[in-house]
T-cell receptor
């Protein structure tokens, strides 16, 4: 049971390049989400998914795409990287966050440090 | 959408003293309030949480209180130790939107 696995851990991109941050969990969690963390701004929700085939936008979705074709995987795509996307990205998952399961522990991956130059 | 405000942004206490971090939220339908501790370069780790049907919860030196009427909740750490030094985040979960919104964090420094 590896928990939430993110790759890569570190990445440097040039402005305009695209890339995908991978996130996988082996806990059969329905709920998965992506956050970015910038100094002094806490964690801000980018996109989230309440189950396979369902995604929705968070607080700061512009410049990012997601898909959820399987329960296990939730990749985050940067379409055309910009210096403003330099940040630490965290993937997180939970068994469920709806109905009577609202309030399940959310588990975070180790983070992906992205620098756009 | 939900807005979570967290104070103070930095807090310095002497070892053995208590530390209190306060958060307010805006969405009255929020029903789950976790607290996370994050050490430098590491992922956030859940330290305690509380649901909207509970007013207080304790776990050894850590306690959280919730005032739904005033829409604020607080983290209390007693008998602080140097290993408590970290950044602490509060968060509020809004079930109707399936979103967990974080505060901006409090950097706690415990000095000897």
């Amino acid at each position: 049971n590896a928990g939430v696995t993110q790759t890569p851990k570190f990445q440097v991109l040039k402005t305009g390049q695209s890339m995908t941050l991978q996130c996988a969990q082996d806990m059969n969690h329905e709920y998965m989400s992506w956050y970015r963390q910038d100094p002094g701004m806490g964690l801000r929700l980018i996109h989230y998914s309440v189950g396979a085939g369902i995604t929705d936008q968070g607080e700061v979705p512009n410049g990012y795409n997601v898909s959820r074709s399987t329960t296990e995987d939730f990749p985050l795509r940067l379409l055309s990287a910009a210096p403003s996307q330099t940040s630490v990205y965290f993937c997180a998952s939970s068994y469920s966050m709806t109905g009577k399961y609202s309030g399940n522990t959310i588990y975070f991956g180790e983070g992906s440090w992205l620098t756009v130059v | 959408g939900e807005n979570v405000e967290q104070h103070p942004s930095t807090l310095s206490v002497q070892e053995g003293d208590s530390a209190v971090i306060k958060c307010t939220y805006s969405d009255s339908t929020s029903n789950y309030f976790p607290w996370y501790k994050q050490e430098l370069g590491k992922r956030p780790q859940l330290i305690i949480d509380i649901r909207s049907n509970v007013g207080e919860k304790k776990d050894q030196r850590i306690a959280v209180t919730l005032n739904k009427t005033a829409k604020h909740f607080s983290l209390h750490i007693t008998e602080t130790q140097p290993e408590d030094s970290a950044v602490y985040f509060c968060a509020a979960y809004t079930g109707t939107a399936s979103k967990l919104t974080f505060g901006t964090g409090t950097r706690l420094q415990v000095t000897l």
